[in-house]
T-cell receptor
Framework: AQSVTQLDSHVSVSEGTPVLLRCNYS??????LFWYVQHPNKGLQLLLK??????LVKGINGFEAEFKKSETSFHLTKPSAHMSDAAEYFC????????????FGQGTTLQVKP | DTEVTQTPKHLVMGMTNKKSLKCEQH?????MYWYKQKAKKPPELMFV???????INESVPSRFSPECPNSSLLNLHLHALQPEDSALYLC???????????FGPGTRLTVT
């Protein structure tokens, strides 16, 4: 069975410092992986996606993620945090079953301090 | 344009009321979804429509009734809800029933 684990429930960084949000997945095949961001009282916005092309994926707002099959990881990074990055981040797996059922991690709250 | 719209933005209803949530997309997507999200939790899938037909019902109580009138519209009819049904209800769509989903802004529902 596929699963997603976000290793930190809460991450706090200072503005201008790097961001690292960690995600491990469990899958018997090469899955499609996504990162979504959710600002308070908003819907989820797709940040980036991995679909078995390049292992380093660039997304919106300066975020990127690297797919590492050997480590079953898909960590999200950004070189320099901005106050507007404060939000909830979800790592998501799309199974190959093609049912539309996404598997969500529990989320990581990113706090950015001035 | 990757926009999914939802109305209303906020809804307060009593336990005996009947109300509906509406979702619309004009991206030509053939799959649409309803999710329920409680505070500080990931979204929970409720229903999946594929080519206007219900393909997944995640054992949702019958007081929630989905409807897909056409390929661009998705409704969620609400009746006799309970206070624990208070949540953010999100609609999403995707090209097919795999791959990335695009979410609407949600409807904040409060049941009194």
């Amino acid at each position: 069975a596929q699963s997603v684990t976000q290793l930190d429930s809460h991450v706090s960084v200072s503005e201008g410092t790097p961001v690292l949000l960690r995600c491990n997945y469990s899958s018997s095949y090469s899955p499609s992986l996504f990162w979504y961001v959710q600002h308070p009282n908003k819907g989820l916005q797709l940040l980036l996606k991995y679909t078995s092309a390049a292992t380093l994926v660039k997304g919106i707002n300066g975020f990127e993620a690297e797919f590492k099959k050997s480590e079953t990881s898909f960590h999200l990074t950004k070189p320099s945090a901005h106050m507007s990055d404060a939000a909830e981040y979800f790592c998501v797996v799309s199974p190959a079953s093609n049912t539309g059922k996404l598997i969500f991690g529990q989320g990581t709250t990113l706090q950015v301090k001035p | 344009d990757t926009e999914v719209t939802q109305t209303p933005k906020h809804l307060v209803m009593g336990m005996t009321n009947k109300k509906s949530l509406k979702c619309e997309q004009h991206m030509g997507h053939r799959a649409m979804y309803w999710y329920k999200q409680k505070a500080k939790k990931p979204p929970e899938l409720m229903f999946v429509y594929s080519y206007e037909k219900l393909s997944i019902n995640e054992s949702v109580p019958s007081r929630f009734s989905p409807e897909c009138p056409n390929s661009s519209l998705l409704n969620l009819h609400l009746h006799a809800l309970q206070p624990e049904d208070s949540a953010l209800y999100l609609c999403a769509s995707s090209q097919e029933v795999f791959g990335e989903q695009y979410f609407g802004p949600g409807t904040r529902l409060t049941v009194t």
